[in-house]
């Protein structure tokens, strides 16, 4: 019997925020399986490093800016995919998104909300709602919605990614259901700490950042390793895919004692309120990916 061709395997993917962090390990995971890769991100020179890397990797790519908050820049990623890719596109991947941490709602300004929503909700809707069109008259195809922990973790002082990152789930959940009858198999990513730049790129602010770097290079997963498990996820069908332990066991708590959860998040807040700084509990609690 002849085994199934594995999606992630000689795919056809449009990988965006591919310039750092998880897109850029995912775009490598690609080359290493062969693949064609048009990689976006919103530096186009980033992109290109990326491009580079993927061809030295044994894969072909091409580089394309996109700012996936703009909807008219999504679309235009679709038309140039369509055209650079010499078979039909099979696998999308809206990776780009932003950190942001460090202050109650309340303290958060408007801008920075409104920044992030654009970004990390806008860009998932975008991605969606452009390319899954293309996907569903391909005999296989995949969709992979870069979420977070703290899509369901609701730790303090994250109120605008835990907004996001949530929207982001629950539109993966969503277009999993209705896309049920057809060969397109949608994965949302809830990773915990990843070793990326995302602190030094998003807005975290106070002893937030500093704590959180030093926090992501002692206990953080490589975006590599993530890479690998989250393609590998793909391939098995899994709707959801946490990388890591801590992840996993927030998940079941919270679905087996959502009110104890409640109070632990609450007390979480009251320490961090008295001592000014995160800690490690909260950190891994819904952490940023990118």
Known sequence: MF?????????????????????????????????????????????EQTAREVRAEGGEAWAVA?????????????????????????????????GIGGQKIGDVP???????????????????HVFTPL??????????????????????LMGPYNATKAAALAISETLAAELSETNVQVTALCPTLVKTNIAANGRITGDSGALFNRLMDRFGM????????TLNG??????????QLDAKLIWRLKRLLPSGYAVGTGLLNRFVS??????????????LHG
């Open 3 to 47: 085994q199934k061709q594995r999606l992630t395997h000689q795919s056809r993917a449009v990988i965006t925020g591919s310039g750092s962090g998880i897109g850029k390990a995912l775009a490598l995971e690609l080359a290493r399986r062969k693949g064609l890769i048009v990689c976006s991100d919103i530096s186009l020179q980033a992109a």
């Open 234 to 243: 793909l391939d098995r069908g899994q709707l959801y895919v946490m990388p």
């Open 274 to 287: 008295r001592t000014g700084s995160v800690t490690e509990e909260e950190t891994t609690r819904g952490r």
């Open 66 to 98: 996109c700012d996936v908050s703009d909807l008219a820049q999504v679309e235009a990623l679709a038309q140039q995919a369509q055209e650079l890719l010499p078979q039909p596109l099979n696998l999308v991947i809206n990776n780009a998104g932003i």
């Open 135 to 156: 996907l569903k008259g391909q005999p296989a195809a995949g969709i992979i919605n870069v979420a977070s922990t703290a899509a369901f973790s609701a730790a303090p």
């Open 110 to 128: 408007i801008a920075d909300w409104a920044w992030t929503i654009n970004i990390n909700l806008w860009g998932v809707i975008h991605g969606c």
């Open 222 to 229: 490589s975006a590599e390793q993530v890479a690998r498990i």
